[in-house]
T-cell receptor, first 111, second 116 residues
Framework: AQSVAQPEDQVNVAEGNPLTVKCTYS??????LFWYVQYPNRGLQFLLK??????LVKGSYGFEAEFNKSQTSFHLKKPSALVSDSALYFC?????????FGTGTRLKVLA | DTGVSQDPRHKITKRGQNVTFRCDPI?????LYWYRQTLGQGPEFLTY????????KSRLLSDRFSAERPKGSFSTLEIQRTEQGDSAMYLC??????????????FGSGTRLTVV
């Protein structure tokens, strides 16, 4: 069965510093991996995806993610955090059928 | 409007009452998904449709829950005899069909249900 894990409930980072939000996954076949962001009282917004190809995927708002097959990880990164990046971030995996989401990581960027 | 619309945004109901939510997907998307999100948790899959066919239902979807997508356009999610444990945000999303396995979903803003 497919699953994802987000080991950190919350990540705090100072504005201007690089950020990393961790995600590990488990699938039996080839993974399709996604990151979504959720702002208060809003639906989830698509950030980026990994399907195949380059292990470094670039997405919206300056975010990128690195796929590491040997470590079964898909960590979300950004070189320089903004206060406006503060939100709830979800990693998701999709093998067949619908997404399975992680429990989310709350990112707080401190001014 | 090019997004996914959900109605109502908020619903407060008394325990034991029935409620119905509506989702209007992006018009060219043939897949429609329902998820439930409780505080501090990630979205949990409930069910999804391809066109008007309901292809999969989660074990979370008890007999009190029913979803329809007549004519493959909008969808409704009905909860009968609501319980306090049904209080959650109900999210709808749409996407292109199976060939879109790599495509992201487009989510609506959700319907927040509070059962008192």
């Amino acid at each position: 069965a497919q699953s994802v894990a987000q080991p950190e409930d919350q990540v705090n980072v100072a504005e201007g510093n690089p950020l990393t939000v961790k995600c590990t996954y488990s699938v039996s076949g080839n993974p399709y991996l996604f990151w979504y962001v959720q702002y208060p009282n809003r639906g989830l917004q698509f950030l980026l995806k990994y399907i195949t190809g380059d292990n470094l995927v670039k997405g919206s708002y300056g975010f990128e993610a690195e796929f590491n097959k040997s470590q079964t990880s898909f960590h979300l990164k950004k070189p320089s955090a903004l206060v406006s990046d503060s939100a709830l971030y979800f990693c998701a995996v999709r093998e067949e059928g619908p997404y399975i989401f992680g429990t989310g990581t709350r990112l707080k960027v401190l001014a | 409007d090019t997004g996914v619309s959900q109605d109502p945004r908020h619903k407060i109901t008394k325990r034991g009452q029935n409620v119905t939510f509506r989702c209007d997907p992006i018009s060219e998307h043939n897949r429609l998904y329902w998820y439930r999100q409780t505080l501090g948790q990630g979205p949990e899959f409930l069910t999804y449709f391809q066109n008007e066919a309901q292809l999969e239902k989660s074990r979370l979807l008890s007999d009190r829950f029913s979803a329809e997508r007549p004519k493959g356009s909008f969808s409704t999610l009905e909860i009968q005899r609501t319980e306090q444990g049904d209080s959650a945000m109900y999210l709808c999303a749409s996407s292109l069909g199976w060939s879109g396995v790599g495509y992201g979903y487009t989510f609506g803003s959700g319907t927040r249900l509070t059962v008192v």
